[in-house]
């Protein structure tokens, strides 16, 4: 091979390895295909980590002040899900498709200042898992000052 033609190669693996990052790093979002979970299904429990930089998390404002980042799981149809956060500034909560409807999915303390997190149900087609972080900061909810959300989903 020459020189120009070993350039031109090396060129283009670059590219596409440029390429592939972007499209892997702009999406905070994890796939389990349906085989994947009946193979759990047969060995008991897997458990999938995801950790998502705040900057490609969807930000959600509302009225009280609250914000909200979330990371979008999605499992095939008849799913068994417990999430855990690890910690008590990051909550979960699950919304079913087509209609979104939230399932809260934490129990807050006497002091709305923790948050033990963890979940399990059973989901029909489609739903999405969304997590959360709040820090108190005055007399508000205000964004917080995390840079990276992580935790463990367990697929029964």
């Avoid at 999406?27 to 008991?44: I, Y």
């Avoid at 900057?55 to 914000?67: F, K, L, N, R, Y």
């Avoid at 923790?114 to 029909?124: E, I, P, T, V």
Wanted: with cysteine.
């Amino acid at each position: 091979m020459n020189a120009r033609a070993q350039v031109s190669l090396e060129l283009m693996l670059l590219v596409m390895a440029m390429l592939l990052y972007l499209q892997t790093s702009t999406l905070p979002m994890v796939q389990l295909s349906s085989k994947a979970v009946q193979d759990v299904g047969s060995v008991g429990k897997a458990r999938l980590a995801f950790d998502a930089v705040h900057d490609s998390i969807a930000w959600v404002g509302h009225s009280t002040g609250e914000s909200r980042r979330t990371l979008e799981v999605f499992l095939p149809a008849q799913t068994r899900l417990s999430c855990d956060a690890g910690q008590a500034s990051l909550s979960f909560a699950v919304s079913l498709d087509p209609s979104l409807e939230r399932v809260p999915a934490c129990a807050q303390d006497q002091d709305n200042d923790d948050f033990q997190c963890s979940h399990s149900k059973a989901f029909g087609p489609g739903f999405k898992l969304g997590c959360r972080t709040r820090a108190w900061q005055g007399p508000g909810w205000k964004t917080d000052s995390i840079e990276k959300v992580s935790g463990v989903v367990t697929v029964e």
